[in-house]
């Protein structure tokens, strides 16, 4: 299983970013997937989670609003809109591969696999 995100850079605050994570090794829309990240000094949290058709899409408290999550199974790629981007975003982000089909109260312990994490810096 390979999960390689792209995308991730230096933007300023109001700004946007588009996330990608491009999977292999696995049968892609059999498995529901999500977005975490991890700010410095801080715990991992859950931003965004999709279900394998993409027709479900979940959202924590920091994403809902300004992040959209989608999936292209085509592709076998995973997507992170990210908009009017704020300081205390600034953070690593990983995509993820849950274990099981369920989004509910997605958190670090359901997730199979881990991306290598793409940096996402917030200048104020």
């Known amino acids: 299983v390979q999960l390689a995100e792209s995308g991730g850079g230096l933007v300023q605050a109001g700004g946007s970013l588009k996330l990608s994570c491009t999977v292999s090794?696995?049968?892609?829309?059999?498995?529901?997937m999500a977005w975490f990240r991890q700010a410095p000094g801080k715990e991992l949290e859950g931003v965004a989670c999709?279900?394998?058709?993409?027709?479900?899409?979940y959202y924590s408290d920091s994403g809902k609003g300004r992040f959209t999550i989608s999936r292209d199974n085509a592709k076998r790629t995973l997507y992170l809109q990210m908009n009017r981007l704020k300081a205390e975003d600034t953070a690593m982000y990983y995509c993820?591969?849950?274990?099981?089909?369920?989004?509910?109260?997605?958190?670090?312990?359901?997730?199979?696999?881990w991306g290598q994490g793409t940096l996402v810096t917030i200048s104020a």
């Open positions: 993820a591969l849950m274990q099981q089909l369920t989004c509910a109260g997605f958190t670090s312990s359901g997730v199979r696999d």
């Open positions: 090794g696995f049968t892609f829309d059999d498995y529901y």
């Open positions: 999709i279900t394998w058709s993409g027709r479900g899409r």
